[in-house]
């Protein structure tokens, strides 16, 4: 009875320890909010008591020992078969898990290549944490797990590696397949290896260390080794090369093609290395089996080392592409020397051209001879696109070439010109001028077309090659034509059309056309200018800077095609031309388009045509400078002052020399005036006087019939010998 009230008064006690446990709260300071009361909780016995026993305390309430460690590898065994690119890993391992629950187990590292991973058969979903593949694991015991995962292979030369990373364990072996014979492994860190050849391939055992460090395993031909480990006859590779080197000079830099004819004997080889100048720049490296290329500096010098995917024996080509820089292009300097490091033989051929007009010449050389650029070979002078101008051979290496560049200051030069100017001017009764201009122009640079139109012109149409084009008033008042670039770099012409119109000059009883062509900003080689004037105008006199008649050029063949020896040769230089024309010519140009002058923008200008009629005068001239403006003069005058001026002539001259036919010298004045005024007549034919002096003439030859007349009694008397006074 007293030991149940015993434990009755226990049980009593416990639940009064468990009220105050639930009903407890930490003291509040006076500055701080009291939290809301909680409340009370209830738990049963057993749960009370797993919730106050500490971790590792067994039931019956005695504390065990800890576990020294969650889990770990006790053994590790990994399979690598090397492949060109990759290498795959099956590895095998026993994992010890001590800890119970849920066990994180690092095992990767996440940047691998995971193929496959089972745990104790099953297969297994690794995840990434911390920049590492892990495991989880939830028993206790002993476990296998089974991981596949690829290495990339790293190539230097015919040298390849792979870096294998294990996790952690006790004792961990490997074997390395690799799928070829003659091959030398080494490890980093080294290890301890056994060999094994097995048909075409070579298997290496051997042990890695616990610790689940780095391991590089790197294996090389033995052909390849550069040591005396070569062939079947122990004998080191000869190297001889044949270099052809196509030097560029421009005013900044020195660009040199280098191509490398290799002769490699009695070994194979899968490394070459070229030394440089440290100045030169390597922009290209091009060969077969290429793995790669680096630079190692040295004090003045750098070596380039060019590695090879595979060893190679025989003819090997290696192309270089090399820039050395040029500070000043009016300098001396020393050309790049490229030497192939272990060569026996070496011989080589330079080639050195220029761009821009830069002059070479040698200021010195060392190892190496001059020679006709014709001597070169044809890998040198193939390559070249322009005119070489130094040439060198030398027969060993190394070698030195020093040059002196110079360049005089370029000239301007024509970049766009105008073949043939046309022109056509139509003056109609009320005086008004309208005008067309068509040049044929090459350009190969120019991007507008300067015009200036004589003063009142008011433009009406433009055309650039057959098609509508629309043009720009500059600042400086002149019209802006876009132009675009010739066929057959240059020597193609395209057409450019111009229409405009003037008003007349002021009424005069004689009056005067001045005709002004455009001024464009190109030279001209032939102009030509054919004028129409009505059929009433006198035209007295002509002037101006234009020469009467016409000129055709021949028209322009293309470098290598045949001439057509059908085709008419063109027309001679031609006279002053004046026809009267009866009906309307249509302006020859077939491309005439445009009213520039438009109602509303956007809008394509539309064909206009000049009537050609009336009476007509054509012009030339040979080359114009640029901004030359040739002018034609036209003095006129109507039919009646023209008659008026004839009867003047003809009156006068009866009125003075009446006298003369009744005196016996008459007839000898009157044919003195009559010879002077024939000679100067033929000057002045086109002058105001020309029509007068005419009509003086005839007048003189009627005094003359005259004189006959009156003196006819003193002619016969001195016919029959007789004499007297008339």
């Known amino acids: 009875m007293r030991s149940s009230s015993w434990h009755l008064s226990s049980l009593l006690a416990l639940a009064l320890a468990v009220l105050a446990l639930a009903t407890w709260s930490p ?431 008011t433009l009406l149409t433009t055309t650039l090659d057959g098609q509508p084009a629309r043009p720009v008033q500059g600042a400086r008042g002149e019209i802006r034509l876009p132009l675009v670039a010739s066929s057959l770099e240059g020597r193609d012409a395209f057409p450019v059309e111009l229409t405009y119109v003037q008003e007349p000059p002021p009424p005069g009883l004689s009056g005067r056309h001045r005709l002004q062509a455009p001024r464009v900003d190109m030279p001209c080689s032939v102009m030509n200018w054919t004028v129409f004037l009505p059929l009433e105008e006198w035209i007295w006199h002509v002037g101006g800077t234009m020469q009467p008649g016409t000129i055709r050029s021949a028209p322009a063949r293309s470098p290598g095609l045949p001439r057509n020896e059908s085709a008419p040769e063109p027309a001679p230089e031609g006279r002053a031309l004046r026809r009267e024309v009866s009906k309307d010519e249509a302006l020859k140009s077939a491309q005439l388009s445009g009213m520039v002058q438009q109602a509303s923008r956007g809008t394509l200008p539309v064909k206009f045509n000049i009537p050609a009629r009336g009476q007509s005068f054509q012009f030339s001239r040979l080359v114009l400078n640029p901004d030359e403006s040739p002018e034609v003069l036209l003095y006129t005058g109507s039919q009646t002052l023209q008659a008026g001026l004839a009867l003047l002539a003809l009156g006068l001259t009866l009125a003075l020399g009446w006298r003369q036919t009744g005196r016996e010298r008459g007839i000898a004045i009157l044919f003195t005036v009559l010879a002077g005024l024939w000679v100067v007549r033929g000057w002045t034919s086109d002058t105001p006087l020309g029509p007068a002096l005419l009509w003086a003439t005839r007048g003189l030859v009627l005094l003359m019939a005259c004189w006959l007349y009156r003196n006819r009694a003193w002619i016969l008397a001195r016919l029959r010998g007789q004499g007297g006074e008339p």
């Open 27 to 457: 003291p509040v300071l006076a500055d701080q909010p009291v939290p809301p009361a909680q409340g009370q909780v209830t738990l049963p016995l057993e749960s009370f008591l797993q919730m106050v026993r500490k971790p590792g305390t067994p039931a019956g309430g005695q504390a065990g020992p800890a576990v020294p460690v969650p889990f770990l590898f006790s053994r590790g065994q990994y399979r690598l078969e090397a492949r060109p690119d990759w290498v795959q890993v099956q590895g095998e391992l026993e994992l010890q898990v001590y800890q119970p629950g849920w066990v994180e187990v690092p095992l990767l590292p996440a940047d691998l290549v995971l193929e496959e991973a089972r745990l104790d058969g099953a297969p297994l979903a690794l995840y990434r944490k911390e920049g590492r593949f892990f495991l989880p694991v939830e028993r206790t015991g002993s476990h296998k797990l089974q991981v596949t995962w690829n290495l990339p292979v790293r190539l230097d030369g015919a040298t390849r590696s792979a870096d294998l990373q294990t996790p952690p364990s006790s004792v961990s072996g490997f074997v390395l397949v690799i799928p070829d014979r003659g091959l030398e492994l080494k490890t980093s860190p080294s290890l301890p290896l056994t060999r094994q050849d097995e048909g075409t391939r070579t298997l290496f055992r051997g042990t890695i260390p616990g610790g689940g460090d780095q391991v590089r395993f790197s294996w090389t031909p033995l052909r390849a080794d550069p040591a005396l480990r070569g062939k079947a006859d122990q004998q080191k590779a000869r190297l001889s090369a044949r270099i052809h080197d196509l030097v560029t000079v421009s005013e900044t830099e020195v660009r040199s093609q280098v191509r490398v004819d290799m002769t490699i004997l009695r070994n194979e080889v899968d490394r070459f290395t070229v030394r440089l100048p440290s100045g030169v720049e390597v922009e290209e490296v091009a060969c077969a089996n290429l793995a790669g290329w680096s630079e190692s500096p040295r004090a003045e010098r750098k070596d380039l080392l060019i590695r090879l995917s595979t060893p190679v024996s025989g003819s090997h080509t290696l192309n270089l592409g090399l820039t050395q820089p040029l500070k000043k292009v009016d300098s001396t300097w020393e050309l790049a020397a490229p030497e192939v490091i272990g060569a026996e033989r070496v011989k080589g051929s330079i080639g050195i051209g220029s761009l821009g007009g830069i002059e070479i010449q040698p200021a010195g050389s060392e190892g190496v001879r001059a020679i006709d650029v014709s001597e070169l070979p044809s890998e040198v002078r193939d390559q070249a696109s322009f005119a070489l101008l130094r040439a060198f051979e030398f027969h060993r290496q190394p070698w030195t070439i020093r040059l002196e560049t110079r360049k005089g200051q370029e000239l301007p030069v024509l970049t766009a010109t105008v073949d043939e100017a046309s022109g056509l001017t139509l003056v109609t009764r009320d005086g008004k001028l309208v005008t067309s201009w068509t040049w044929q122009i090459r350009n190969n640079l120019k991007q507008s077309l300067e015009i200036r139109l004589p003063e009142g012109a």
